[in-house]
Structure formats: structure tokens, C-alpha cells
């Protein structure tokens, strides 16, 4: 995200979470950029159960040059039928394919709220590809989410317009994901 930005995101998102298809709709997401950052808050209205809200902050330790890689580091906090707690680390580099290819790689260290369960971490893989400012691809692969499994996503983002994009995605387990996501200010 672009430092002095703020992104806003309406989503419709159909995960399978404990082998159950969950309809979530809407999920409205407002992030604010930093020079080294980003933070935002999400509320997620899930079908049949009671809606959930998280907020985020990443931080970026290193940003990336020459063969060293970008490092970030993260905290995701759900409340609601999820109470989790989620710290991340990511590392990212371009492939030497242009700018256009990025792989990332990361640990996720999973919380949970509930007192029957312990602490998780796993690990976390993506690739992006495409030309900024057109259309863009996105893989990524959760090893052992704590409460899905194994997560697999691909996503596709279309810009509508130079702050307009339509994002759509499908994933394992009959996944699917549409969202509109609108970018004001920025540098």
C-alpha cells in the first residue's frame, strides 16, 4: 500500500472453514498506508453466524535492493465467533524475471482465542506476477491454516480504472472471491 494512501475493499468471500462453506458478505475493509506500513480494520458479516472484526498493522523491517529481500512483519486480531491472534513474518524478492515476478515466503503463528486449543505455526508461500497498474496474478498457499487445513488461492486483480479494481479469486475447498477495491490519495 502507498504510504499516504487509503484503500477501501467490498468483498463477497466464500471460504470453507472446519470442512463448512462460510458466505461472507459484506466484507468491507479500510487500510491506511505509511512510509513503512500499513494498518486497517475489516468487519466481516459471516452467514448464520455472528460477525466477526478484525484489525491488521504490518511493518516493513527491510525493504528490498539488490539480492537482499523485503521483510515485513504483522499482527492480524479477529473478534467475534473468531478470536484469534495472528503474527506473520514474510520475506519478498523479485525473481530476476523483471518486477513483474515476486516470491514470497513466511511463517504464520496462529493464537487462538478458544481455551481447547494451542498455539500453530505454519508456513506460507506466494507468487505475484503481471505488470503494476494492469492486470496482475496472484498464487499463495497456507501449509496448515488452524482452522482450514491446508489453503490454496489464486487471484486475479483488474483495474478498472487508475483507482478502481475489480479482484476475483477462487481456492481449494470450493472457494470463491469478488471484491471492488477503490485506492484514494497516495503518492
Known amino acids: ?31 491506511y498506508g505509511f512510509r513503512n506500513g500499513e494498518v486497517g480494520i475489516s468487519y466481516y458479516n459471516l452467514q448464520d453466524y455472528t460477525a466477526v472484526k478484525s ?15 523485503s521483510i515485513a512483519a504483522g499482527v492480524i486480531y479477529l473478534s467475534g465467533d473468531v478470536d ?15 518486477e513483474e515476478f515476486k516470491a ?7 493464537i487462538p482465542g478458544y481455551s481447547d486449543a494451542g498455539t500453530h505455526l505454519t508456513g506460507m508461500l506466494g507468487l505475484e506476477w503481471g505488470t503494476p497498474g494492469r492486470t ?14 491446508a489453503v490454496f488461492g489464486a487471484t486475479m486483480r483488474q483495474p478498472i480504472s487508475h483507482n ?19 485506492k484514494l490519495g497516495g503518492e
Not at 104 to 110: E, F, I
Request: charged letters at 15%; zero cysteines; aromatic letters at 10%.
Open 136 to 149: 496482475t496474478f496472484g498464487i499463495d498457499y497456507v501449509l496448515d491454516d488452524i482452522a482450514a487445513g
Open 1 to 31: 500500500m502507498e504510504p499516504g494512501s487509503v484503500e477501501i475493499q467490498l468483498a463477497y468471500d466464500r471460504p470453507v472453514v472446519s470442512d463448512t462453506n462460510v458466505v461472507i458478505f459484506p466484507l468491507l475493509t479500510l487500510g
Open 84 to 98: 484469534e491472534t495472528d503474527v506473520y513474518l514474510t520475506a519478498s524478492h523479485a525473481l530476476g524475471l523483471g
Open 55 to 69: 484489525a491488521n498493522a504490518k511493518y516493513m523491517l527491510t525493504h528490498e535492493h539488490d539480492s537482499m529481500p
Open 104 to 110: 514470497t515466503a513466511g511463517l504464520l503463528y496462529q
Open 164 to 182: 478502481m479494481a475489480w479482484q476475483f479469486g477462487i481456492g481449494n475447498g470450493a472457494r470463491w472471491f469478488v471484491g471492488l477495491n477503490i
